[in-house]
């Protein structure tokens, strides 16, 4: 079992910048590639980022490629997605989500994350 807690989400003006963190309970945080998707009232849940199990491989949706960083600290059980550039369009309710354990891989489907947080808002005034 995972549980995954996100935060560090608020107002922001556009162009500027905002650290998201993600934490995980449980002892296979290490052995999940993770992701990081956003969800807006009326649309589909948007791929935004993931990364392997080391973090040696990331991958990131074209809306937010140059814009966002996805990384982790395994010895911390933490998740994070630093943003910067920031612009309406990246309002968004920003949820983490985990795969199933030994699954080492980045993915950009939301079918292979078996585990996913709450989410927390981020708000991009113009």
């Known amino acids: 079992q995972v549980q995954l807690v996100e935060s560090g989400g608020g107002l922001v003006q556009a162009g500027g910048s905002l650290r998201l963190s993600c934490a995980a309970s449980?002892?296979?945080?290490?052995?999940?590639?993770m992701g990081w998707f956003r969800q807006t009232p009326g649309k589909e849940r948007e791929f935004v980022a993931t990364i392997s199990c080391s973090g040696g491989s990331t991958r990131y949706g074209d809306s937010v490629k140059g814009r966002f960083t996805i990384s982790r600290d395994n010895a911390k059980n933490t998740l994070y997605l630093q943003m910067n550039n920031l612009q309406p369009e990246d309002t968004a309710v920003y949820i983490c989500?985990?795969?199933?354990?030994?699954?080492?891989?980045?993915?950009?489907?939301?079918?292979?994350?078996?585990?996913w947080g709450q989410g927390t808002q981020v708000t991009v005034s113009s």
């Open positions: 449980g002892r296979t945080f290490s052995t999940r590639a």
């Open positions: 989500a985990a795969r199933t354990p030994s699954s080492c891989g980045t993915s950009s489907v939301s079918t292979d994350f078996i585990s």
